[in-house]
T-cell receptor, first 112, second 117 residues
């Protein structure tokens, strides 16, 4: 059964730092991996989607990588800003029922 | 842009009440989903639907039912609300999987925070 783990559960860094969020999964048979952002009390916003055949995707200051063989993905945020403060979730699409399996998220706080 | 609208942001109900959570999407998506989100547990799938009048159980369907009479609307029903159903409920929609699994993205509503007293 696919399991998705995000470490750390929470992270606090000063503004301007580059940072990396981690996501690991146990079954490499996935169709894609997605990173989402969730602001407090709000819904989820899709940030990046990496197809299973891809190694990375970039959007602005965000870069996500995927290594299926090791079951790992990282979300790199460059030059962090207070507005980046949110919970970041990763999810993998796979299995016979084509469902997203979710990590529990990393709560990120960027200190001004 | 895809818009997924959940009818209520906050709801307070009493134990035993019948509760309806409504979700509407405007992108003609075939798939619709209901999740609940609890601290430290991530998102858990309650039910999903891949077509009108079709429904499939997710990981935690007990105590819930759903209705999809029109393509754009997916309702979650708590037949008799209980305190352990206090949670954040998130609705999502996506294109049908035959359109391509590798690029399949789910779009989310703003969520409904339900408190059952």
């Amino acid at each position: 059964k696919q399991e998705v783990t995000q470490i750390p559960a929470a992270l606090s860094v000063p503004e301007g730092e580059n940072l990396v969020l981690n996501c690991s999964f146990t079954d490499s048979a996935i169709y894609n991996l997605q990173w989402f952002r969730q602001d407090p009390g709000k819904g989820l916003t899709s940030l990046l989607l990496i197809q299973s055949s891809q190694r990375e995707q970039t959007s602005g200051r965000l870069n996500a990588s995927l290594d299926k063989s090791s079951g790992r993905s990282t979300l790199y945020i460059a030059a962090s800003q207070p507005g980046d403060s949110a919970t970041y979730l990763c999810a993998v699409l796979g299995g016979s029922n084509y469902q997203l399996i979710w990590g529990a998220g990393t709560k990120l706080i960027i200190k001004p | 842009d895809v818009k997924v609208t959940q009818s209520s942001r906050y709801l307070v109900k009493r134990t035993g009440e019948k509760v309806f959570l409504e979700c509407v999407q405007d992108m003609d998506h075939e798939n619709m989903f209901w999740y609940r989100q609890d601290p430290g547990l991530g998102l858990r799938l309650i039910y999903f639907s891949y077509d009108v009048k079709m429904k499939e159980k997710g990981d935690i369907p007990e105590g819930y039912s759903v209705s999809r009479e029109k393509k754009e609307r997916f309702s979650l029903i708590l037949e008799s609300a209980s305190t352990n159903q206090t949670s954040m409920y998130l609705c999502a929609s996506s294109l049908n999987w035959v359109a391509g699994l590798a690029k399949n993205i789910q779009y989310f509503g703003a969520g409904t925070r339900l408190s059952v007293l």
